[in-house]
T-cell receptor, first 110, second 114 residues
Framework: LAKITQPISMDSYEGQEVNITCSHN???????ITWYQQFPSQGPRFIIQ???TKVTNEVASLFIPADRKSSTLSLPRVSLSDTAVYYC???????????FGDGTTLTVKP | KAGVTQTPRYLIKTRGQQVTLSCSPI?????VSWYQQTPGQGLQFLFE???????NKGNFPGRFSGRQFSNSRSEMNVSTLELGDSALYLC?????????????FGPGTRLTVT
């Protein structure tokens, strides 16, 4: 299964773009990458999912290079309400098992 | 559309007891996965059920078990509770295969073992 590492914490200011990178060096061919956001006392909330190249939705972009050994979640123009823990998840489709990173605590300051 | 619901939200048990947690997925979702979240170990996958069958299982001892009913509702059971089982247990549902489709998480059940 993929070994996943991501920064423990990041600070930003309102209005800035935030990029959180996740490393998954031994990602397998059939693995998908998903990012979740979690607020205290709540379950994780889906942000975005991808396999390769770039994926964009209304809240974020996900960049995955050709070797797929890392992925970067990009949050444009963050606000105070984006303060949360962000998790990178890799699904091993052969084993059907999910592996979460340890999470990145993003703090957005005014 | 109603979200994923989990009951109970909070639970206190004593070592050696057993516990059953319940999860009701979003209507139409057939896949239900369970996760354990602790400060020390983070989010760890327990198992996944699809159409009443356990499809995948994480690296947890046999004390952790689950099942899924014909209406896709799922229960997980932990027997012979240990202090280390204290955690937030999260349930997530998706339309089809875990991870390939977006997973919707419930609010979790906070289990405290004393």
């Amino acid at each position: 299964l993929a070994k996943i590492t991501q920064p423990i914490s990041m600070d930003s200011y309102e209005g800035q773009e935030v990029n959180i990178t996740c490393s998954h060096n031994n990602i397998a061919t059939n693995d998908y990458i998903t990012w979740y956001q979690q607020f205290p006392s709540q379950g994780p909330r889906f942000i975005i999912q991808g396999y390769k190249t770039k994926v964009t939705n209304e809240v974020a972009s996900l960049f995955i290079p050709a070797d797929r050994k890392s992925s970067t979640l990009s949050l444009p123009r963050v606000s105070l309400s984006d303060t949360a823990v962000y998790y990178c998840l890799v699904l091993n489709t052969n084993a059907g098992k999910s592996t979460f990173g340890d999470g990145t605590t993003l703090t957005v300051k005014p | 559309k109603a979200g994923v619901t989990q009951t109970p939200r909070y639970l206190i048990k004593t070592r050696g007891q057993q516990v059953t947690l319940s999860c009701s997925p979003i209507s139409g979702h057939r896949s239900v996965s369970w996760y354990q979240q602790t400060p020390g170990q983070g989010l760890q996958f327990l198992f996944e059920y699809f159409s009443e069958t356990q499809r995948n299982k994480g690296n947890f001892p046999g004390r952790f078990s689950g099942r899924q009913f014909s209406n896709s509702r799922s229960e997980m059971n932990v027997s012979t509770l240990e202090l280390g089982d204290s955690a937030l247990y999260l349930c997530a549902s998706s339309l089809a295969r875990q991870g390939i489709n977006e997973q919707y998480f419930g609010p979790g059940t906070r289990l405290t073992v004393t």
